[in-house]
């Protein structure tokens, strides 16, 4: 059980690391598409295309200012799994 438990770890932290980096991207698309949809709703406009446009908008400011830390986010859980691997591999070939 003790080989499993550093991978369990590693596939919690990805989880972690997925939900952080979709979070912003997925909450400025839902905040869009909710604002949007409640106009239509009041104005009586159902122009399927009308809300691409804003959440287009709102997806690429959340890239711009959040763009950096999810970069780093990804790029440092991908160092940790390299490491990981290394360690493993380190493992195996000490002890036969």
């Not at 932290?13 to 239509?40: E, H, N, S």
């Not at 446009?53 to 970069?71: D, E, H, R, W, Y």
């Amino acid at each position: 059980m003790d080989d499993i438990s550093p991978f369990l770890a590693l596939a919690d932290k990805m989880l972690w690391v997925a939900a952080l980096v979709a979070a912003p991207v997925l909450l400025a698309a839902l905040a869009v598409g909710l604002t949007v949809g409640i106009i239509q709703a009041a104005t009586s406009v159902n122009e399927q295309t009308l809300t691409f446009v804003p959440k287009l908008a709102a997806i690429a400011l959340i890239l711009v200012l959040f763009g950096g830390s999810m970069i780093t986010l990804v790029g440092e859980f991908t160092q940790e799994i390299f490491v990981e691997i290394a360690r493993t591999g380190q493992a195996e070939q000490v002890a036969p």
